[in-house]
């Protein structure tokens, strides 16, 4: 009678283990791709995601991801305008905690692939002011993919040097 018992038992066992790789193995099935930025056109990825929702997938301390940044600063000709290191030309730095239009990832992102005329148009309005403030070109047609502009954000976001709490814009006001 033990032994049935058991036996029982370790069928009971084996059967939930069975049903839950089975389960994973669906669940997996229904999670989406991951997206390939190399392969998607800034503008593209705009068009297809609600706005709010754009997340750099990179982070500025991925050593190898922000000197891609770096690299792709200088040849997409950012620097020409924000010097550099993005410490600021004619335009304003891109190191320092004064973010024109927000510094969360969606807002930069949109910013640099529409330019801040069309980017007005949209709604944006200016929360930052700093002492040189033209208008932003648009890039969405120069950078040659949405992966190259995410490692220009962390190329950015690796050189911030104002106040921590600042970093990704604003935070949330306290309730």
């Known amino acids: 009678m033990r032994r049935g018992i058991l036996v029982v038992g ?10 839950l790789c089975t389960l994973r193995l669906v669940w997996a099935d229904a999670a989406p791709p991951p997206i390939d930025y190399t392969k998607m056109a800034p503008a ?11 997340v750099n997938p990179y982070k500025d301390t991925q050593a190898d991801v922000v ?5 792709f600063l200088q040849t997409y000709s950012c620097s020409g305008c924000h010097g550099g290191g993005g410490g600021g030309g004619m335009c304003p730095p891109l190191t320092n905690d004064i973010w024109i239009y927000g510094g969360d990832d969606d807002t930069l992102f949109r910013l640099v692939v529409l330019g801040s005329d069309e980017f007005q148009k949209l709604g944006y309005t200016r929360i930052g002011r700093e002492n040189v403030v033209g208008p932003m070109p648009p890039f969405g047609t120069i950078i040659k993919n949405a992966d190259d502009l995410w490692k220009i954000l962390a190329f950015v976001r690796s050189k911030y040097s104002g106040d921590p709490a600042y970093k990704f814009g604003a935070p949330p006001e306290a309730p």
């Open 10 to 19: 370790m069928v009971s066992i084996f059967a939930g283990a069975t049903a």
């Open 44 to 54: 593209d990825l705009i068009k297809n995601t609600p706005k709010g929702k754009l």
């Open 67 to 71: 000197a891609e940044g770096g690299k």
